[in-house]
């Protein structure tokens, strides 16, 4: 009989795992997705949804077409639970279905309670939903302005999508003709500008504090945040930011259904793994993506996450992959990729402008570091869109 490989998840995680497994393993075995949502969404590009250059229409594709043509099962339902003594998950549409090997790429959820406020008052860009309300919120400052705060809080990771979007917004302000009246304040957890979650890039700093300098941008870096009020931002240190418009960065957490699990999560509902992504604690279960866990290597005055991107879920996902190929055919897991060591790939946006990332690896020691500013970024994170929507719709996940 077929080895059963059950995929928890239909984004970039999901998909490149079930795909590769499926590619590498053909007939000899059932490849199944289930997912919460039947469409891939390129988050990416949330950060143009609010501002009308995108809609949702534009940065999603059905997964079942896609998958279905490469010959894996397709079930649109959230799972609710994971039984690893009798090898099952349970779904929310009432069944339970078995598995021989089971990758969870279930991602992330906001922490809508890191402070007191978020979850009623601020606006964010982290999910299609809230960046779709953020688009709401936009269009009614433009019809009454007043100052913007974009803000990435304590524990967050995501702090890329934050400069983006503040740079987007620094554009879209010009544009509209409102830059000059419009007070536009950046507010960040990182020790310095630009070190973006990874421990920063060499000239980065620099080179951030150079973009804002340039576009009147204020900044309070190292800071947390005390709770957000209906139009203003309480910072830790007791400095009240009053906005019209704001978009703040939470920090994320696992799906909160993982936790349930005996030992399978740490205390934010992400599964710890070995650099085979096999769960630490289970040889037949694997994260990749957001849903691995990685250990933070440095402490900050203000509590940092790690920025969990595509270019390593990609990686973890086929290393995964490549794993569970091997226990099917009755080989050991030897593919190894630590989260640490996979290489930083970004491109940053900025509007009409950007800044290429690349290291060779995601976390410090480095040997090389560059940041590549220019408005080619701009120009090649939108072609990328196109390419990597083009390439995940067909399947080809044998491209890079
Ligand atoms: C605004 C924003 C901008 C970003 N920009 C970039 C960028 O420019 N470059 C970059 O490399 N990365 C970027 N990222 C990071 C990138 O989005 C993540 O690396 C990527 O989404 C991780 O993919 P994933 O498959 O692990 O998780 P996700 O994308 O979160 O996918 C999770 C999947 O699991 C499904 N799911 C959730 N719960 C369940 C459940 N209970 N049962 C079944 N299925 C479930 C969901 O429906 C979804 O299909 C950005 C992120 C954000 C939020």
Redesign the pocket.
Known sequence: MSKKVLV???????MTAALKVKHELGDDVDVTV????DRF?F??S??WLPFGKRTACDITFDVAPTLEHHGIDFVHA???GIDPVARTVSTNDGRVRAYDYLVV????RNNDDVVPGFREHART??TLSRAQETGVAWQAFLQRPGDVVIAATQAAG?F??AY?FLFNTAYQLKRAGLRKEVRLTYVTAEPFLGHFGIGGLPHGEQLLGMFLNRQGIESRVSVGIDHVAEDALVLADGEELPFAFGMVVPPFLG?E?LTHTVGLTDDKGFVPVRPTYQSEKLDDVYA????AAVTVPWTTPVPVGI?????P?EAQAATAAANIAAQVRGEPPVHEKPFGSIPAV??MDAGNNGVVILADKMLPPRKHGVLIPGPQSHAMKLAFERYFLWKMRNGYVQLP
């Open positions: 928890l998840g239909a984004n970039f995680g999901g289930v997912s919460e949502s969404l988050t990416p949330l950060i959230a799972a609710t790429a279930t991602g992330y860009i982290t995501c890329g999508a983006e799906q259904f990749v993506g957001v849903a920025p969990k991107t595509g270019f879920t970004c491109v």
